[in-house]
């Protein structure tokens, strides 16, 4: 994988997007499998209704693992210096979420050329569930 | 109830996590991951690397591999019923593999609350170290609802 040229980027250029197959249970199983988080309020239909809630929804750090995905599409993972979200809306069962990224900074870190990205995870509707950003070294 | 802020500066019980090519595949399979480095321990091996590459949140599921994920919580007599996840980040040092021991070492770095003690947030730092050396830096804000 070759790294973006630091150069050649300008604050406000969109990195490659993509959006998800629809979450589904299956999804929420698999990722309670590969996560170790088995709560049951993403799993057991029974449980969650239980706490008068409709429906299970996703694990939220599923959406954070997309995100994570849409970095490491773009750079290899070596060069992903920090990562944060912050969780904003909950995922249900159906959604498909549209992640995407843009350059908001240039910036130098630690003497290394760096960009600072803004990533979004939201769903079609443009309900963002979570708010992310990065630091990603392209030197 | 608000939480005493004397746990400001609790140390959150260590654990050890060895990840394993195998939960690191179904985790790549449930985020639709198709770079085989995350998944394929002979694609790994040809890349060059030790074992399937960690994914950057994968270091979120190792921190809460243990029999209490939120045994801080509890010691702080939070109602874990109530409790939201509110941020999370991580800062990257190296990468690291299936097959090596990793050491988490978290303390509690802050306690506050908004809306008069609606919402409270709980900051737990976790340094991740292999082999005594610090490879991740995993916060995690838990908010708790009253």
């Known amino acids: 994988m070759t790294k973006p040229n630091f150069d050649a980027l300008n604050v406000g250029d969109a990195i490659p997007s993509f959006t998800t197959e629809p979450v589904s249970r299956l999804t929420l199983a698999l990722y309670a499998t590969g996560s170790g988080d088995h709560h049951p309020l993403h799993l057991d239909q029974d449980y969650v209704r239980s706490k008068g809630i409709p429906d299970v929804f996703a ?50 870190q630690a003497g290394e050329k760096c960009v600072r990205l803004e990533l979004t995870c939201a769903n079609e509707q443009g309900e963002a569930k979570h708010k992310a950003d990065a630091v990603v070294a392209l030197t | 109830m608000l939480i005493d802020k004397k ?21 790549a399979k449930a985020t639709g991951e198709s770079n085989p ?45 109530k409790m939201l996840h509110g941020e999370q980040s991580f800062v990257y040092h190296k990468p690291v593999h299936s097959g090596e021991k990793l050491d988490f070492d978290g303390v509690i770095t802050d306690i506050y609350d908004k809306k008069n003690g609606a919402l409270q947030f709980v900051v737990k730092d976790v340094k991740v170290l292999r082999q005594g050396e610090l490879v991740c830096d995993v916060h995690s804000v838990m908010v708790i609802r009253a």
């Open chain 1, 59 to 108: 694990h939220g750090m599923l959406g954070m693992a997309y995100l994570g995905r849409l970095l490491t599409q773009w750079v290899p993972q070596a060069a992903i210096r920090s990562f944060g979200v912050r969780f904003t809306a909950i995922t249900q069962v159906g959604e498909r979420l549209v992640c995407t990224g843009k350059v908001v900074e240039k910036l130098e």
């Open chain 2, 37 to 81: 480095i995350y998944f394929d321990e002979a694609a790994a091996a040809e890349a060059g690397l030790p074992g399937v590459l960690v994914p950057p949140t994968f270091f979120f599921c190792m921190d809460m591999d243990k029999d209490h994920p939120f045994d801080y919580l509890e010691t702080m007599g939070c109602d874990l019923g």
């Open chain 2, 7 to 27: 746990h400001i500066g609790m140390k959150v019980p260590p654990h050890s996590v060895t990840p394993t090519a195998w939960q690191l595949k179904w985790f």
